[in-house]
């Protein structure tokens, strides 16, 4: 269900649009050389979506695991000489595992870091995590290489109002399973304050999952 409205402009008796979805679906990077970039993304393990080829033009598309937007890249897909790309966040569950995993595939990322100004990027970086691994907190960097910069950011509990309860979802089985464990061992310190077993123990994961993600309060 979208949350699309139709309403009727007085003045014109026309119908307008109001609160139409607006989904981000595509940034497009600049690349010097097609085949290197497709090289370097298809290593990472995102999926190739397209190449398509036309005279002189071509365009790529890749799309991370997870995400619902997906990157361009090809000839004739940037006006020119375009400078690199900075600033692109992937969100991840698990910063350190993340990293981790780049690293295992050859690509050369930095330590974990975290702002002075956590959990917003302000700030000096400072090695290491944020404090209690703090959502939006942690990040780590690495660059393709036409210079195009990302930087992983570590997201458990969304902010307020980021995600409707209603269209809260998982986009992958890893996110799924760190989301159960965040809520294992949350469950396990609720167990303890209450000093009984919790036999009702799933719909409390779930509670805890669902608010974690809508930002809500978390169950204690």
Not at 85 to 109: H, K, P, Y
Not at 184 to 206: Q, S
Request: proline share 7%.
């Amino acid at each position: 269900m979208t949350s699309t409205e139709v309403r009727t402009n007085d003045a014109s008796g026309m119908a307008t649009a109001k609160n139409v979805d607006m989904k981000l679906e595509v940034v497009t990077i600049p690349v010097s050389d097609v085949d290197r970039a497709k090289e370097f993304y298809a290593r990472l393990g995102w999926r190739l979506d397209a190449d398509f080829s036309q005279a002189d033009e071509r365009a790529v598309q890749f799309t991370p695991p997870g995400s619902d937007c997906s990157v361009h890249f090809g000839r004739s897909v940037t006006p020119g000489p375009t400078e690199p790309a900075t600033g692109l966040f992937l969100v991840v569950s698990d910063i350190q595992a993340a990293r981790e995993e780049l690293a295992s595939r050859g690509v050369e990322v930095s330590d974990v870091f975290h702002f002075a100004a956590s959990p917003a990027p302000f700030g000096g970086p400072v090695g290491g995590p944020a404090p209690d691994h703090g959502s939006y907190g942690s990040y780590a960097a690495f660059s393709d290489p036409d210079g195009n910069n990302w930087l992983l950011q570590e997201v458990t509990t969304r902010f307020p109002g980021r995600i409707d309860s209603a269209a809260a979802a998982f986009g992958s089985s890893s996110d799924l399973a760190s989301a159960l464990r965040r809520a294992a061992a949350a469950h396990g310190e609720h167990e303890k304050r209450t000093g009984a077993e919790d036999a009702n123990w799933p719909d409390w994961y779930a509670e805890y999952m669902l608010r974690e993600q809508t930002g809500e309060q978390l169950p204690t």
